[in-house]
């Protein structure tokens, strides 16, 4: 196995960050034998020293404060048992601290608002939609530059250039959150964009969540934080004299309005390329006709550094195919529902030619593009020519597409969607023999990468796209196996956290829209609690566990509902929404989810060495369990409503007692036999791993490989690439997302149950790993998973002679092995191969 070998080492939960503040988690990924110990040192300031345990994999700084504005160099090296040590070298660099630069802006009342929509024209069919300005700041470097980093946010977005080159791939920078709370900044090495001689700082800034249009809600559509986006950057540059030199925001900035003639997230954007500016961003640009920028403030008290990885676009798709089905008007199919844009290269043409690209998600049935579930999002993007050959591709908005129809050419160049999200890497991979399940988990990984754009929405393509919390914790074990989302939610959670009031309520989505606080709902607050929890078991790390904001949400609840039965204050109580079947009984959801978040809370308090508080919410939890089965639990083990979602919920949060959990189970297994998959989206995480914890795994089976409606592979045999918000595609175009993670939430079930991957209760970080592959009626199935520990990967077949199974089991960690025909094993690290001469489940 050789020796113990650190690799992939991250700083709070990223791999060589710029900006870091505070006191950063330094982390490590392990590969070949098992470790003894392990030191962490940061140069000459700081080393752990020796430490002697053996299942570490990470150590938070508790050095002297690291200096702002600096890199610093680390190095993790381990010992294994035969005495060998290996190391390993990252770096990360610390915040920005003493900000000077002025948040900046053109005068709001001299812009000229976008000119009246033209008869039928979408793309500018919502008044009041604002050009997007340029602005700029020519400077002399009088040496060579050594080091060059840019600082900078907006109320809004931008897009930065230095000497006519982007200086970031930040996409929708510096993305969503309530900005009268929290504004994030980034940092982007510039060093190799500026040199010596006259160099040109450049942005264009757009609306986007500040000021643009955001939500559904028809009596505050946008301006929702402000009126008018603005700006505020730093460029520090080191000389190579020795010298350095500060480029801020200030009032020598000039301004002008450019071709972008708006861009919004959900409206669209236009560029006009008559009126462009070519060099504007460039040096020996002549601004002299510009007008200078307003100073609109300098506080700087709401930037913060980011603390996740921005959006990005990180893949681009050809079309599927192309039909002409106009004179000038084409249907592009890119055969995947995503969340990006598209980029065209238009041939040449009259100036003025309007070429117009809308989006959807699907065609209507005479082939036309169905747009009607977009509800107020135009979703429409316009070109208008300058003649001459051109590439369009807008900078300030996406859309959630399969098709884009576009007007306006007799014949198209090359085409392209290009797919954005937040940057989240990729860590978990699975697939069986099954070609519909395979398509499935394809689709639940496109609906990830579709609604992970800044934060966890809801949907992509119409006027929602809200940082919804049920959805988000429903789906957060699927998104925690498919990619590394520990930065992404690190961020999120800081918005959740925002948007809790100070009686302790948690809302239903986050980042907040407005100054009303509208109270969550059970099972959309309750995120509040469950998020935190799950991330912590995920990567380990203890920062989730915000045991006052989770306490204080269990104490809002206690307070209004004294006799524990959850039935006050429920906010909207969307309850099991978009349950097929019976409604299950508000207060037995919400009681289920006063005693989960109860119970989690006084778990996190005792990971965070508060027993006092953790004895306080133990026994909350208990009473109101006691209050659960007085008023909800009958004697035969059924529970009030008798619904799947009701024993879903029942089982699965520990309800009842052991005496009725078998009864609750029995009746589970015969509303599942005979209506199918009757759970919404509070019960459908939990439906296959109760079925497979409760001795069912061949109802589990059935449900996955049922192809009639309610079902996963009812959409995937309807051509579905994503996974739908309601089970059947149907209903009223206003409430019908076909990319909609929710339903998703069996992916984490195909990783757990049909693989086998998971970790025994109580282990943190994948110490303690069960493998119990369920195999079903398929044939083989493998799965690997890159844990904050290390690779885990299982693959499984049947064969002619029975049941064979391999398993990695990354170094630090155990796993105990369950085959389907009952041997168990206990191994340590390594790989191991396992054979049995029966290969069939119950």
């Known amino acids: 196995m050789g020796s113990a070998l650190p690799h992939d080492l991250r700083c709070d939960h990223r791999t060589t960050p710029l900006g870091v503040a505070g006191a950063p988690l330094l982390a490590w990924r392990l590969e070949g034998a098992d470790p003894v110990a392990y030191q962490v040192e940061i140069g000459d300031l700081w080393s752990t020293g020796r430490v002697d345990d053996p299942a570490a994999i990470s150590h938070l700084y508790d050095g002297p404060r690291l200096r702002p504005r600096t890199r610093h160099t680390w190095r993790v090296t381990l010992w294994d048992a035969a005495g060998s040590t290996s190391s390993a070298e990252s770096w990360f660099e610390t915040a920005h601290d003493a900000w000077t630069a002025s948040w900046i802006a053109p005068d709001p009342d001299a812009v000229e608002h ?3 929509p033209t008869e039928g024209d979408r793309a500018l069919s919502a008044h009041g939609l604002l050009p997007c300005p340029q602005l700029r700041r020519s400077f002399q470097v009088p040496a060579a530059v050594t080091a060059a980093r840019l600082y900078v946010s907006a109320k809004g977005l931008y897009d930065a250039r230095i000497n006519g080159e982007r200086a970031a791939d930040a996409e929708l920078a510096p993305g969503w959150t309530d900005y009268r709370r929290r504004i994030p900044y980034q940092v982007h090495d510039v060093t190799r964009l500026v040199g010596e001689g006259e160099n040109v700082l450049a942005f264009t800034i757009a609306d986007g969540w500040w000021s643009g249009f955001t939500g559904f809600d028809p009596r505050r559509p946008g301006y929702h ?9 730093e460029l520090h540059l080191t000389l190579a004299n020795g010298s350095a030199r ?3 925001t200030d009032g020598t900035w000039r301004t002008a309005q ?25 040096p020996g640009f002549d601004d002299s006709s510009w007008t200078p920028v307003t100073v609109r403030g300098a506080d700087h008290h709401l930037l913060v550094p980011s603390c996740d990885e921005p959006v990005r676009a990180l893949r681009e798709l050809p079309p599927l195919s192309i039909t002409r089905t106009g004179p000038r008007t084409h249907l592009v199919d890119f055969g995947q529902n995503l969340a990006g844009r598209v980029r065209l290269a238009v041939p040449a043409q009259d100036p003025g030619t309007r070429v117009t690209v809308r989006h959807g998600e699907r065609l209507e049935d005479d082939g036309g593009l169905h747009t009607a579930n977009l509800r107020t999002a135009d979703a429409t993007d316009v070109l208008i020519t300058a003649g001459g050959e051109a590439l369009f591709e807008p900078r300030f908005t996406y859309h959630g597409f399969r098709y884009a129809e576009i007007d306006g050419l007799e014949s198209l160049g090359e085409v392209r969607a290009v797919v954005l999200h937040s940057d989240t890497r990729w860590t978990g991979a699975f697939e069986c023999s099954d070609p519909e399940i395979n398509q499935l988990q394809s689709n639940i990984e496109w609906g990830q990468r579709g609604n992970f754009v800044s934060v966890p929405t809801d949907c992509p393509q119409r006027d929602e796209r809200l940082g919804w919390m049920a959805d988000a914790q429903v789906f957060l074990p699927t998104a925690c196996l498919n990619a590394d989302v520990a930065a992404f939610f690190t961020k999120w959670l800081h918005d959740v956290r925002d948007a809790q009031t100070p009686e302790g309520g948690f809302p239903n989505v986050a980042p907040r829209l407005t100054g009303v606080a509208e109270e969550g709902a059970p099972g959309w607050a309750d995120a509040g609690v469950l998020v935190p929890w799950h991330l912590y078991e995920v990567y380990g790390d203890a ?27 429920t906010g909207p109580h969307y309850a099991d929404w978009l349950a097929p079947g019976p409604a299950t009984p508000r207060e037995v959801v919400a009681t289920a989810f006063f005693h989960r978040s109860a119970d989690l809370t006084a778990r996190a308090a005792r990971v965070r060495g508060r027993h006092a508080d953790a ?26 409503g008798d619904t799947q979602t009701g024993y879903l919920l029942a089982l699965a949060f520990g309800l009842l007692p052991a005496s009725l959990a078998p009864g609750a189970a029995r009746r589970l297994a015969e509303l599942v036999q005979e209506h199918g998959p009757q759970a919404g989206f509070l019960g459908v995480n939990l439906l296959c791993p109760v079925l497979s914890a409760t001795g069912r795994p061949d109802l589990a089976h ?10 996963w592979l009812y959409q995937v045999r309807h051509g579905a690439t994503t996974v739908w918000e309601r089970w059947d595609g149907e209903g009223a175009p206003s409430m019908n997302s076909f990319n909609h993670y929710a339903f998703g939430s069996v992916g984490e079930w ?16 994948y110490r303690d790993l069960v493998i119990r592959p369920l195999p079903g009626d398929l044939t083989w199935a493998r799965a690997s998973y890159e844990s904050v520990r290390g690779r885990i990967a299982v693959s499984w077949e049947r064969t002619s002679q029975g049941f064979v199974l391999d398993v990695s089991v990354p170094p630090g960690a155990s796993a105990t092995v369950h085959l389907p025909d009952g041997q168990t094993h206990r191994v340590p690290s390594g790989d191991h191969h396992f054979a049995s001469v029966r290969g069939d489940t119950p």
Not at 549 to 558: A, I, T
Not at 702 to 711: I, Q, V
Not at 752 to 757: F, L, Q, R, T
């Open 114 to 116: 976008v000119d009246p």
């Open 225 to 233: 934080y402000g009126r008018f986006p603005e700006l505020i950057a």
């Open 750 to 765: 195909l990783y757990s149950g049909v693989a086998g991957i998971s970790q025994a209760r109580g282990s943190v970080a």
């Open 615 to 640: 004895e306080r919410f133990e026994r909350l939890a208990a009473d109101i369990r006691t209050a659960f089965i007085k008023t909800f639990a009958h004697p035969d083990g059924t529970v009030s």
């Open 258 to 282: 450019g071709h972008i003639r708006h861009g919004d997230l959900l409206k669209g954007e236009c560029h006009d390329l008559r009126a462009a500016t070519p060099g504007w961003d460039s």
């Open 702 to 711: 059935a449900l996955l490989r049922r192809t009639d409606p309610p079902s």
């Open 543 to 569: 920062r989730f566990l915000d045991v006052d904001s989770m306490g204080s949400w269990v104490d809002f609840v206690l307070r209004h509902n004294p006799d524990l039965i959850w039935r006050q204050r």
């Open 246 to 248: 500060v480029v801020m």
